[in-house]
């Protein structure tokens, strides 16, 4: 297509939370903006993202309840699961959401343009429309903010067996009796728990010689214990060699030579950036290896006004990190220098009980050369843990010796995302471990858990 594009102010290419936000709210200050957004209105997050996997984390949390029900004193009828009433409870919260943002982007005055930009020039992209036709866009400064994909290896007929990603699970129209999961990151980890909660037999492949290796030792076999005893069966240190479909049952090889059998095999490996096809050379952006937008600590690209965001730009693929990401976008466009530098990033992996996690493990202290004390505490000592009948779990603090000040917290136990805010914020201010060891909270909360665990022995 030829001929002069449409100037804005600001152009954002891919609607994910950084870019959708400053969209937005720089529309709202009076400037002309465009977003041009391919298939997800409102981003990855709310349509295949977090939204939908917790809704469904919260059906199985309910169903864990109601079959517990006796231990509470209560008497309920046997429950029941349908993939259809998953499906169902998804959808509603996901297309309301999805509603209200698309209600947000009108509302704002910018510029929503939906269809499949590619870029022509240095902040110029051509849009393929959803409606048919093409529009060329120019924007004074210009943000790629197009998210990630769920990656699927190149194993052996993996493909070609109809495997199911992160994205097709949650449109799933019938319970697999048997599920092989490939990888045992958090995305691997939470939809195994929730499907052997469902009730599907669950296999777990991972390539490490134990799961989240990012973790302290103690901490992942915690979590190894809970899913062993949730019944999924556990496979570490074993690399898939190929995958083949007969009829309905998929068989799973493993180098080692055994074999997994299940109805349906996810793959869970990791995420891609969507860059294949933006076109990114005809505007000057440079990708890395693996084909994430390579930004400096201003999350500025190679090319004069044009700017990245968000998992697409490398960083920690976290709803919550895009929306820094946001922060600081709308700081440098408007002449400041904010950096990505030192951002203390906390984290929930929302397993039943929810893993939560800021700052250092103990094993990154050490090798950071810190004098370390260490804090454990069963989660069964907490007593609103006690009263809930939910008690397994290890919380684990790491403090500076010298300092007293709090280097990270692992806390794996009920409502431990919840949690994590208050010792973030005390490590945000600097405060020593005492002061959430003599800090006035609420009692029975899970939170009063951080009294007792900073009050106990350190080693």
């Known amino acids: 297509m030829t001929g002069t594009p449409q100037d804005f102010d600001l152009l954002v290419v891919g609607g994910d939370k950084a870019g959708k936000t400053l969209a937005m709210e720089t529309a709202r200050s009076g400037a002309r903006v465009a977003m041009v957004e391919n298939g997800m209105i409102g981003g990855t997050c709310i349509n295949v993202g977090c939204i939908p996997t917790k809704a469904l984390v919260a059906s199985a949390r309910a169903l864990r309840t109601a079959r517990h029900a006796q231990d509470f004193g209560l008497t309920l009828t046997q429950p029941h699961v349908t993939a259809e009433g998953l499906l169902r409870h998804k959808t509603h919260v996901v297309d309301g959401m999805v509603a209200g943002n698309h209600k947000q982007f009108l509302d704002s005055g910018m510029d929503l343009v939906l269809g499949r930009a590619r870029f022509t020039a240095p902040g110029t ?47 799933l129209h019938r319970m697999p009796q048997r599920l092989v999961v490939i990888g045992g990151g958090p995305i691997g980890l939470e939809f195994a728990q929730m499907f052997a909660t469902f009730g599907s037999e669950v296999t777990l492949i991972e390539s490490a010689a134990r799961l989240l290796p990012r973790e302290d030792e103690d901490v992942a076999r915690a979590v190894a214990d809970i899913l062993t005893a949730d019944g999924i069966k556990l496979v570490t240190g074993a690399r898939v060699a190929s995958v083949r479909r007969d009829g309905t049952r998929v068989d799973v090889a493993l180098a080692e030579g055994a074999v997994v059998s299940g109805d349906d095999v996810l ?17 000057g952006v440079r990708t890395d290896a693996a084909g994430f937008v390579q930004v400096d600590d201003h999350l500025a690209t190679t090319a004069p006004g044009t700017w990245a965001a968000g998992d697409v730009a490398g960083s920690p693929q976290f709803t919550h990190v ?38 250092l493990t103990e094993a990154q202290a050490r090798d950071d050369g810190h004098d370390v004390r260490v804090a454990r505490l069963p989660v069964a000592a907490i007593p609103r843990a006690r009263t809930a009948r939910e008690t397994d779990g290890l919380w ?50 899970i939170t009063e858990g951080l009294n007792l665990l900073f009050s106990a022995p350190m080693t």
């Open 322 to 359: 895009s929306l820094d990401d946001y922060r600081i976008l709308r700081e440098n466009l408007a002449g400041g220098s904010a950096s990505t530098r030192d951002r203390l990033v906390p984290y929930t992996i929302f397993l039943t009980p929810e893993l939560a996690r800021v700052g």
């Open 267 to 283: 793959v869970a490996t990791g995420r891609s950036p969507v860059t294949e096809d933006l076109g990114l050379e005809a505007a």
């Open 125 to 171: 992209v051509e849009v393929a429309l959803e409606e048919g036709g093409t529009r060329l866009l120019h924007g004074r400064q210009t943000v790629i903010n197009t998210g990630t994909r769920p990656r699927v290896p190149g194993i052996p007929g993996l493909e070609e067996a109809g495997c199911l990603t992160s994205d097709s699970m949650l449109d």
């Open 396 to 445: 684990k603090a790491v403090v500076d010796a010298r300092t007293e000040q709090i280097l990270g917290v692992s806390l794996l136990g009920p409502e431990a995302g919840e949690a994590l805010t208050t010792v973030q914020t005390a490590m945000t201010a600097g405060l020593p471990y005492t002061a959430l060891r003599d800090m006035i909270i609420t009692h029975p909360t």
